[in-house]
Structures are given as structure tokens and as C-alpha cells.
């Protein structure tokens, strides 16, 4: 439960630096890819946008193979999820499964678009009077521009802010801390469209109806601070600060910053809502920005394009679609001893298995690895019960407890050991020294839970349908039964009316037969 | 002597008479133990135990005619489950009864299909819809994948498919060998 106190303490949010259990301090190798200005790469010859970018459901397909799409017309729709833009214009060439950046490494359904170089927009259709339109036109607009949460996560933007603005938020937390290293996109766009974000902040917290916004990043991003609070926007905007939080990994995580920010704990089975509280990352907010006040869906995003197997790295404005390989090319190519390619950072990111996978909502990094970056896959060894996991645990967790009873998929007791309250940012992974995969158990149990959530779920259907079923089979049965006895009964009776009417034919025949005798001696008595 | 005894009888008499009317007020009607059994069985209601539905066989296992290892569906964890909900020792599936498989669903080839509603009424969880001498489809996210419908078909046009395992369904395998890790430099 969450008292008045701790609503409280969460609305004075920012005022004091708070300590969060446990991380990492990593090193960056965030200045590699952050030496160039930001560009868009050229167009590639083809782009396949898939339908499946958030959490959900995949989308349904709006264009059929052939048609003429514009640059930002929506080709995908999903009902509670965000929608899929065309991010070119041009022609669809086919709907077809194709290599998604996915962490299975399976193929799925892709819309794919051969562009014909003309960037032919849609009508944008601005919200220019977004000071005075109410939140529900607001969320109604992000969810036609596809929004979604750009930190990785990919939730939809319009159900955060609808949830947000009914459970009475009062500060919107920015989130630009990019505590996994490799990462700099958010870093780049926060130091060259400051004004965006700011515009969005607003934007934002309009729709949630919140008092405050605050800009967290992190302690070494000097140029950001100076771009954030030097803008134009930031000097019109009244209630928005940009605060500083020492550079822990992974201090990016939702709770971990709420708790930096406040002193206070998300509850497990509780959302940031629940403190009055709302996180959106940065790049969200230049999205909605873009959104509401242009009017542009969301077709395109930052992505830092970086590792050691890189030979120039940098970031890209790239286009949703756009492949992996594609920009890898532009930054110069692998280097010869690249070994891995891998999307996100180098503690949370899975590996691809193929570079013809697509950019998508939720690509924030395209890290390259050689050798030298992997280390032998070393064998696993037993757990020593060192405890330097429960160390580092940001989510205070007992990670060996857990990893032992999921091996032995005790589900109930890893339920027990808060499974579902890691957030998989891999610190205990990285300090076992029995080199235990300690994420991949996680990630495989709490798979294994939903799974388990999902079958309970069909099960108590299949149980209801089943009893419906006999409840109604017994029903025709009992009215088959009841409507047998009352034929069999009218049958008795009319077998009962036909005896009485067959007696009363035969009495009166009997008395017809009688009476002439009868008749006849009286004839005779006359005679 | 005598007060003390007239106490404790008019004790027992009043502490019998709460008794009595608890009896009454709080029958349970049904068995809680075939409730909890029920609610540890796969509910596919494919009758591979021997008893037409999950509930029979729960009541057989609470009755002590049936045993524990004979729901092919719920598997090994089903087991474990029944075993420790009801302090037994956990044993493996009777092979009598059917293999442990992975979920299916059933599809019906719509173009052979005659209509000629004999699934439908073989269906335990009404996932069939259609009409006599119309096409029949199978709701997909009711089929339990009991496979009873496959029996009375008489042109066979029902296939067993696999349930779908790719994204959004898809879910992490258990770990084999620390390939995913991506250490630092």
C-alpha cells in the first residue's frame, strides 16, 4: 500500500540524491560513436517495416502487395497497441516473413516497401492547438502516430499517459539516463534537439495533467545539461528541471531512477503510477513533440551504430525498415575481427542472427563485438553461494536462491523469491564467478511463469465451457425425459378415454342388444 | 460440587447446540479435496485417463480409484502437483494412458469439411462451431487439443497442428550454454 507520506515525499522528487541497492559502476565507451553530428543515412533499396514492434499483439497489415504507400500512412493497426507507419514512399512489394530484431532470432510477417525516392508525405495533421485540447485528443492523437516508449521496452505511449493522467499524476520523470554502455542516442538527440524533448515534456505532461517535469541524466553528460537548460523552449517553460544522478548501471531502469529521484520503492506487483509518478524516455518525448506539434508519425528514431567491430562509429536518424547491415555499411563496414553483432547495450542486448534484421521502435544500439570484446564461453560452474549477486542486485533479489529454484522449476518458490521483480539488467551475471547465466534463467523463468499464467487461464475456460456443456446436455436429457412422460402419460390417457368410450359403445350396444329381446316379449306379451 | 457440575453440563450443552447449528449453517456440500485436485489438472477434458472428463477423474483420485499418473496432458509437473498436494510419492506417467506431448491445437480442413456436425458434438468444450450441412471452423484459442473430434470425423478432415510458438507466443528455452552472454571487455 502506498500512504499520503510516501505521495508526499514522491511530489518532492529531484530535491535530494538518493542511493538505489546495489549496480554497477561499467565504463562508457560511449565517446567512440558520439565524435559526428547525427545524420539520416541514404535510403536503402528495400525496407521491411515489421508488423510486430510492441508488446502485443502483431498488427494487422492495412495495404495489400502492389499498393502505392506514402511516406507516414499507417500499414499496420493493432487495437490496444500503437499503429505502424509507412516510413518511405513508395511501393509494397510484398507481406511476407522476413528476419525481425527479435531476441528468438525468428522470422516474422514484414511489410516490405521498395521506395521510389520521391519522400512523398502524407497530410500531416498537426494538433496546433494542442494548449487547449483536451488529454483525450491528445492520447487519442499519440496512438494514431504510433508512439510508443522509445527506452526499450517499446509500450505503448498512449495506455502509459491514459493510465498516468486516471491515476492522478503529478510529476513526469524524463528519463535520459543511458546508464548500459556502447548506448549514446539519447545522449545525442538530448544535445541536438533539446528543444524538442523540452516541447514534448510539455506536451506530455498536458495530457497527464501533472505539475512537474524532471529531466534526469547523468552526472558526465556536461553538453546536455547546457543544451537542455539553454534552449529557447526551457527558458519559456515554467516547472521543468534538469537534474543530475551519478552514472551507476543500471540506474536507467524505471524504478532504479524513482528511486534515486525519491528515496522510494515501486511496489513489486505496483507501477511508478502508483507514487503519482510518470517515466518516459526522452526520445519518447521528442517523438510526441513531433507528433502533436507537426503532426509526423513515428517513422524513424536514433540509433548508435558502435562497438570495436565497427569501423566508424557514430548514430543514425534511421528509418523504421531500415536493415542492420544497411547502416553498418555506412558507418564503413565491420572491421575484420568483428565476431558478434548484438541489438541494445552489451549487458541487456541479445545477439542477431542476422544483419538483414530491421531497425524498429525499440533498437537503441547496433554494438558490434570482435573477439578480444568476447571472452571464451567459459564453462559453467557450480554456484559457491559467494553472494556477490544479492550484492549487486539492483532489485534486491537473491539471484543464486532464485537461479536454484527455477533449475529445478520450483515455480511457486521463484515466485516466492520475487522472479517477476527483475528487471534482467544482468549485474549478477556479470560478477558470478562461475560464470552461471544467471539473466538467461531468469528471462527462461519468468517466461516460464507467464506461460504458466496463460495456461491457468485456459484451463479455468476449458473448465467452464466443459461444465456449460454438461449442465446443458444434462438440461436436454432431463427436458427429453420429462417430455417422454408427459407423451406417455397423454397416451395413458388417451388409452384411459379410448377404454371409457369402447365401455360406454359396448354398454350401449349391450343395451341395444337387450332391449330387442326386451322389445320383442313385449311384442310378444302384445301378440 | 453441584454448581460446578451443572456449569460444565450447561457448557456441553450450549458449546454442542453452536456445534450442531455450524454443521448445519456451514455444510460444505462438495469435497474441497476434489475441487483442489480439479484445479491442478489440465482441464483438456480428453479423457486419456479413463474417465470422461477432468472432474470424474478428479473424483476417482479423491476416491482413491484412480491413480495419480494417468493424465498424459498435465505430464510430469502434473504429477509432482497431485503428488504434493496430496502427500504422495510422485511416480512417472503411466505409458497405458498416452505420452506427454507438446499443446496442439485442432484445425479443420475447411474445403473437405461436409458439415455433418458429428465434432461438434464430440467437442467437451463446445470449440466447434457450425451447423448441419454447413462448413465448420474450430475456435482456436478454446481448443483444448483433446483431439476427441478426430474419431467421428468421416471425411478426416481435422488436422492435429502444433500451437503457435513464434512472437508475440514465443517463449524462452531453458538455458543450455552460456552462448547469449556478451561479457565486457
Known sequence: MITSQQVALAKEAGKRIHHFHGGLRLRHHKKISCQVPVERPPLPDLLAVPLLQHAGDISEPLVHVGDVVLKGQQIGQCQPCAAVHSPVSGIVEAIEERPMSHPSGQPGPCVVIRPDGKEQWIDFKPLSDWLDASPDRLIAHMQNCGLAGLGGAVFPTHAKVRDGRDRNTHTLILNGVECEPYISCDEMLMREQPGKIILGARVLRRSLGAERVIIAIEDQMGAVQKALTGCAEFADSENISVIKVPTIYPEGGERQLIQVLTGLEVPVDGRPSDLGLLCQNVATAAAVAEAITEGKPLIDRYVTVTGNGISHPRNFKALFGTSVSHLVDQCGGYTDDVARVVIGGPMMGYPLSSDDAPVVKASNCILALTHADIADPQPEMPCIRCGECARVCPAMLLPQQLHLHIKNELWDSAQAYGLTACIECGCCDFVCPSHIPLVDWFRFGKGALRRRALENEAAELARKRFENREARLLRIKQERAGKMTRRKQLLKDKAVQQDRIRASIQRAENKGRTKPPGQSSGAGDDT | ?185
Open chain 2, 1 to 185: 460440587m453441584l454448581i460446578s457440575v451443572l456449569i460444565i453440563s450447561l457448557l456441553g450443552v450450549a458449546f454442542g447446540l453452536g456445534l450442531g447449528w455450524a454443521a448445519l449453517r456451514f455444510r460444505v456440500d462438495s469435497d474441497p479435496v476434489v475441487e483442489r485436485i480439479d484445479a491442478l489438472l489440465p482441464q483438456t477434458q480428453c479423457g486419456q485417463c479413463g474417465f470422461p472428463g477432468c472432474r470424474p477423474y478428479a473424483e476417482a483420485i479423491s476416491r482413491e480409484e484412480a491413480d495419480i499418473n494417468q493424465c498424459p496432458p498435465g505430464g510430469d509437473a502434473g504429477i509432482r502437483a497431485l503428488a504434493d498436494l496430496l502427500g504422495r510419492e510422485p511416480k512417472p506417467l503411466n505409458p497405458e494412458n498416452g505420452e506427454e506431448t507438446s499443446k496442439t491445437v485442432v484445425l479443420i480442413d475447411e474445403s473437405r469439411c461436409i458439415g455433418c456436425t458429428l465434432c461438434i458434438q464430440a467437442c467437451p468444450v463446445d470449440a466447434i462451431v457450425g451447423a448441419a450441412k454447413l462448413m465448420h471452423t474450430v475456435i482456436a484459442s478454446e481448443c483444448t487439443g483433446c483431439d476427441l473430434c478426430l474419431p467421428p470425423c468421416p471425411v478426416d478432415c481435422i488436422d492435429i497442428v502444433k500451437a503457435e510458438t513464434r512472437p508475440p507466443r514465443w517463449q524462452r528455452p531453458r538455458p543450455q550454454i552460456a552462448l547469449d552472454r556478451v561479457p565486457l571487455p
